[in-house]
């Protein structure tokens, strides 16, 4: 994880918990699908940073990677509960 974040700007890092929180939010709604939601947050993550940024191509990357690390993270919380509940360890 440790590494996707030093490819991300100071200024882009606030999207994430942004976009973890949107994320919640999306799943609980009953009309958008699950495999829909990193689709929405992928738009909605560049259009923060080129508005945060300007419109650049550096703010477009830095969107797909604050979306790509918002995304990396719920899985990670996610593997981790759902290997506690199996007794995997």
Do not use: C, H
């Not at 703010?59 to 919380?77: N, P, R």
């Amino acid at each position: 994880m440790n590494e996707i974040l030093s490819y991300i700007s100071s200024e882009a890092l606030i999207v994430v918990p942004v976009l973890l929180v949107l994320g919640k939010m999306l799943k609980e709604t009953s009309k958008i699908k699950n495999w829909f939601i990193p689709y929405i947050l992928l738009v909605i993550g560049t259009g923060a940073t080129v508005a945060i940024m300007g419109v650049s191509v550096d703010a477009f990357i830095q969107g797909v990677l604050v979306s790509g690390a918002s995304v990396f993270s719920d899985q990670l919380v996610k593997q981790a509960t759902n290997r506690e509940n199996k007794g995997d360890r």
